[in-house]
């Protein structure tokens, strides 16, 4: 059996909600009645009137007065009715006009995608650049946020590693042949082709997050899903500003390159490195500013590179360390500032590398009014934490994270209580 349904509502008829012409002129005609019977009688109050002379008679003065005014009743309503109609047909040539432009988008788009899934890096190359000036020039932000996807997806994508130098001798003792010499330098080449597709993509979501949002080619507040994604290249956020939106590095492992923060604005919006791994390389969050957003660290794993939030100001927001653990990386809060913001720290495990907060700033206070820096839960066992260059009070919760006896690699301020037992 077949059910017969009305047909749903198409976006280009969403987006016009046009009325029938009838509905509308009658509308149009009211309205001009009731302005214009508002003006009169308005005029009257002003002009003070307080009756019409009337008379018998009807002479040709007046009755000229009246064709004229007839006449000119008849020429205001079809000037209403051309307005009416001019109206709507520049929203139906608009209309138009967005069809053509999603649909040319839509064939590009589909164009560059199919680049991407070619066996040429250089063709995949070409297949990024042409992505990522179709975000650029997106008719709207949906169909700009589909090409940034699109391009996050790629590098979620599994890659082979690196197939390394050929050994010779080879593991049976035997030299490598030359043709095998020849293919193991075919695929080392490929590798590092494609590797250069995605550290191009890492390069231009940095380039573009950086122009500031409003701007053409801006993509601040777009959402970036790098879930899991091995960034081994260099992404530059200097100075760029998280307001709105969504960033994720969730579970992303920074291996190698530089991902430089510095001078950011985290002000809004979620920026989360949950689960992430640092072996490697450097992520810089230098003179950030941390006012009113959620960046999470929570169970992520520092076991090599480096990580800076030298300079950087804590204030209105929420920074999360929780269940970290410090095993091999080197983190510095030199001369930052905790003000009217939350670091948590509660539950992290300091097994081995360094923390310093050389210079930082601590304010106490209560969870809405001061800052919270909260250690309670952590554990040191093993590494090296300095907080002998801070001021202000001791971070909540440390001295009974810190226990007794103070643990050698654990160097607190003199001016502080003893640690409790």
């Known amino acids: 059996m077949t059910l017969n349904r009305r ?85 139906v040539d608009e209309a138009g006009a967005h069809r053509e432009a999603t649909r040319l988008h839509t064939e590009r788009f589909s164009q560059a995608v199919d680049k991407l899934g070619s066996d040429s890096p250089a063709v995949r190359l070409g297949g990024v650049h042409a992505l990522a000036g179709l975000a650029d020039d997106a008719p709207d932000d949906t169909l700009r946020q589909t090409c940034i996807d699109v391009l996050c997806a790629y590098l979620r994508l599994p890659f082979s590693s690196d197939p390394g130098d050929l050994p010779d001798p080879l593991p049976d003792g035997t030299s490598p042949s030359e043709e095998r010499r020849d293919a193991h330098q075919d695929k080392t080449d490929r590798y590092h082709a494609f590797r250069e597709v995605r550290h191009t993509i890492l390069r231009l979501i940095g380039d573009h997050y950086r122009i500031p949002k409003g701007t053409h080619r801006s993509w601040q507040s777009c959402n970036l899903d790098l879930t899991r994604v091995t960034i081994d290249g260099n992404m530059d956020f200097t100075g760029a500003v998280f307001s709105s939106g969504t960033v994720t590095f ?48 929570g169970g992520v794993t520092f076991s090599g590179g480096s990580v800076n939030f030298d300079d950087a100001t804590f204030s209105y927001g929420l920074v999360t360390f929780g269940s970290a653990t410090f095993s091999g990386s080197s983190m510095t809060f030199r001369r ?86």
Do not use: C
């Open 7 to 91: 047909p749903r509502p198409t976006s280009d008829d969403r987006e016009l909600r046009l009325w029938k012409v009838g509905r509308v002129l009658a509308l149009a005609f009211g309205a001009a009645v009731l302005v214009a019977g508002g003006v009169f009688y308005g005029l009257v109050y002003l002009l003070d009137f307080q009756e019409i002379n009337t008379t018998k008679k009807l002479d040709a003065t007046t009755l000229f007065d009246l064709v004229k005014l007839s006449f000119g009743v008849v020429a205001g309503a079809g000037a209403l009715v051309a307005l009416v109609v001019a109206y709507r047909r520049q929203r």
């Open 336 to 421: 930052a500032t905790f003000s009217e913001g939350i670091v948590l720290f509660s539950g992290a495990t300091f097994s081995s590398g360094s923390m310093t907060f050389d210079g930082a700033t601590f304010f106490s206070g209560a969870r809405f009014s001061g800052s919270s820096v909260l250690f309670y839960g952590a554990t040191f066992s093993g590494g090296s934490v300095s907080f002998e260059a801070t001021t202000g009070p001791v971070p909540l919760g440390l001295l009974e994270a810190v226990g007794t006896p103070v643990p050698t690699e654990v160097r607190l301020r003199p001016d502080w209580p003893s640690p409790v037992p």
């Open 250 to 297: 969730y579970g992303a492992t920074f291996s190698d390159g530089s991902v430089n923060f510095g001078h950011a604005t985290f002000s809004g919006g979620s920026v989360d490195f949950g689960g992430a791994t640092f072996s490697g390389g450097s992520v810089n969050f230098g003179v950030a500013t941390f006012s009113g957003s959620s960046v999470g660290f």
